[in-house]
C-alpha cells in the first residue's frame, strides 16, 4: 500500500527540506529594502523559529509581557548602546509605522517646543521631501536652502537660512532613492538636530550626543522590516501636541519600555541577532571600513568607465549605501538597462532596478552586503562594459 505523502515520517522530511536548504540558489540581493539579512543571523532564526531558547515555543507566539521577551528588549536596546555608545539621558524605542510613521511623529511630538511651532527641513531628496510635506500638517515648515531642481547634491551651507524660532531641524542622513549622503552632522547653532538614518544606520560610528532624535526603520542594515528605532533625549519628552496618537507619543511609549501596545516582537528579536553580528564583527567600525571598500569598487568603474556608467550625484555627497547609475548615456538608454538588469538576474544578481521614480540601476550595499557579493557586480559591469560599450567612448 503507498504511503501519502504527508504521512511520511519526520525524519524523512526534515532530510528532504535539509537537502531543499543544502540546493539554494545562489542569489546576491541587492535590494533597497527589505534588504539581505546576514546568512548566520538567517539560520539561527530558522533553529530557533519553533521552538525559542529551550521554551518550548516560538519568539512569534511569545507574550510581550513575558519575561523571555523583555529580555530580548532588554538585550537589544544594551546591545544598540554599546554599539553606539548612546548616553543615558536618551531613550531607545522600539515601534511600528515605519520611517514613514516617523514623519508624522516627530513634528506631532517635538514641533510643539518653541511657541512658535515650526521647524527647519533640509530637503536633499525623496523621503527628506516627503517628511516636510508630512510636517506641514502639524505647523510651519521653513525650508533651509533654496529649492533643488534635482536631487544630486546637499546644498552649500552658506546658502541655508536657519530660522531660531524653529522646534527642531530636520534632515535626511541617506536618501535611499537618489544615493546622497551626508557625510558631515550639520551645524545648527545649538538647535535641536532630528535625523532620519533608516538607510546608513549602523554602518559607522556616530556621535549620537549631537541630536536631539535619531529614527531609522531596521529592514535596511539592522534587521527585517516591522521595527523602527527611534533615540530621543530625555528632555524632549512630554512635549507632544494634544492632536498626538498615543501610540506615536514617544513619552508614552518611553515610558512603557516601548510595550504600550504589542510591539513587533519577531522584528525586535531579528534585531537583536543582526546588533549581535554587527558586534561580533568589529562593530561600527569595522562596518564603515567595508561600506567603504564596497562602495569605491563600483564608484570605480563608472568612474573609469569613460560615460558610458554614469552617476549623476556629486562626487563629495555619493552614498556608500545606495549607488544610482544610468547607462550609456547621461539619462540612461532604457533598452541597454534592461539588458543589464535581464542578464545579471540570470546570474544571480537581483532587486538591482532603480527606484520607479529615478530609473536606472540601483545597487544597495547594506551592512550585509559583502565585500565578495560587491566583486561579483564588479566584475558583471566590467564584462558588460567591455561587451557594449560603443566604439567612440572607449580610449
Given at each position: 500500500m503507498k504511503t501519502c505523502s504527508h504521512t511520511r515520517p519526520l525524519w524523512l522530511q526534515h532530510s528532504e527540506s535539509t537537502v531543499h536548504a543544502m540546493e539554494k540558489k545562489n542569489t546576491i540581493n541587492f535590494g533597497a529594502g527589505p534588504?539581505?539579512?546576514?546568512?548566520?543571523?538567517?539560520?539561527?532564526?530558522?533553529?530557533?523559529?519553533?521552538?525559542?531558547?529551550?521554551?518550548g515555543i516560538s519568539v512569534l507566539e511569545m507574550s510581550h509581557r513575558s519575561a523571555d521577551f523583555t529580555k530580548i528588549v532588554n538585550t537589544t536596546e544594551n546591545l544598540l548602546r554599546e554599539l553606539l555608545n548612546i548616553p543615558e539621558n536618551y531613550k531607545i524605542l522600539f515601534l511600528q509605522g515605519g520611517g514613514t510613521g516617523q514623519f508624522s511623529a516627530v513634528p506631532l511630538n517635538l514641533i510643539g517646543l518653541k511657541e512658535d511651532r515650526c521647524a527647519d527641513y533640509v530637503v536633499?531628496?525623496?523621503?527628506?521631501?516627503?517628511?516636510?510635506?508630512?510636517?506641514e500638517k502639524y505647523g510651519k515648515v521653513n525650508v533651509v536652502?533654496?529649492?533643488l531642481d534635482k536631487y544630486t547634491s546637499i546644498p552649500d551651507k552658506s546658502s541655508w537660512s536657519l530660522n531660531p524660532s524653529a522646534s527642531y531641524v530636520y534632515y535626511c542622513c541617506n536618501e535611499t532613492v537618489h544615493g546622497v549622503e551626508f557625510n558631515f552632522i550639520p551645524d545648527t547653532k545649538d538647535m535641536v538636530i532630528v535625523s532620519d538614518m533608516s538607510s546608513n544606520f549602523?554602518?559607522?560610528?556616530?556621535?549620537?550626543?549631537?541630536?536631539?532624535?535619531?529614527?531609522?526603520?531596521?529592514?535596511?542594515?539592522?534587521?527585517?522590516?516591522?521595527?523602527?528605532?527611534v533615540?530621543?533625549?530625555?528632555?524632549?519628552?512630554?512635549?507632544?501636541?494634544?492632536?498626538?496618537?498615543?501610540v506615536l507619543d514617544y513619552q508614552v511609549q518611553a515610558g512603557n519600555n516601548s510595550l504600550y501596545n504589542t510591539p513587533p516582537c519577531f522584528s525586535i528579536y531579528i534585531m537583536n541577532l543582526v546588533l549581535e553580528w554587527i558586534k561580533n564583527n568589529g562593530g561600527t567600525e569595522a562596518m564603515e571600513k567595508l561600506s567603504q571598500k564596497k562602495s569605491s569598487l563600483i564608484y570605480d568603474i563608472i568612474n573609469s568607465s569613460n560615460g558610458f556608467y554614469s552617476c549623476?550625484?556629486?562626487?563629495?555627497?555619493?552614498?556608500?549605501?545606495n549607488i544610482p547609475?544610468?547607462?550609456?548615456?547621461?539619462?540612461?538608454?532604457?533598452?541597454?538597462?534592461?539588458?543589464?538588469?535581464?542578464?545579471?538576474?540570470?546570474?544571480?544578481?537581483?532587486?538591482?532596478?532603480?527606484?520607479?521614480?529615478?530609473?536606472?540601476?540601483?545597487?544597495?550595499?547594506?551592512?550585509?552586503v559583502t565585500l565578495e557579493d560587491t566583486e561579483v557586480l564588479a566584475a558583471y559591469m566590467k564584462e558588460f562594459l567591455k561587451d557594449h560599450q560603443p566604439s567612440e567612448m572607449k580610449n
Open positions: 534588504a539581505k539579512l546576514p546568512p548566520s543571523v538567517l539560520l539561527q532564526a530558522q533553529n530557533e523559529l519553533l521552538d525559542y531558547s529551550g521554551i536633499t531628496g525623496a523621503w527628506s521631501a516627503k517628511a516636510a510635506k508630512e510636517a536652502h533654496p529649492k549602523l554602518s559607522r560610528p556616530l556621535d549620537v550626543s549631537k541630536f536631539g532624535l535619531i529614527f531609522a526603520g531596521a529592514q535596511k542594515n539592522i534587521g527585517c522590516a516591522g521595527v523602527t528605532v533615540i530621543v533625549r530625555e528632555d524632549l519628552l512630554g512635549k507632544a501636541l494634544k492632536e498626538c496618537p498615543i549623476p550625484v556629486d562626487v563629495d555627497c555619493r552614498s556608500r549605501m547609475f544610468r547607462l550609456g548615456k547621461g539619462e540612461g538608454d532604457e533598452a541597454l538597462e534592461k539588458l543589464f538588469l535581464d542578464k545579471a538576474s540570470k546570474l544571480g544578481m537581483i532587486s538591482l532596478k532603480g527606484h520607479r521614480s529615478v530609473g536606472g540601476i540601483r545597487a544597495s550595499l547594506y551592512n550585509a
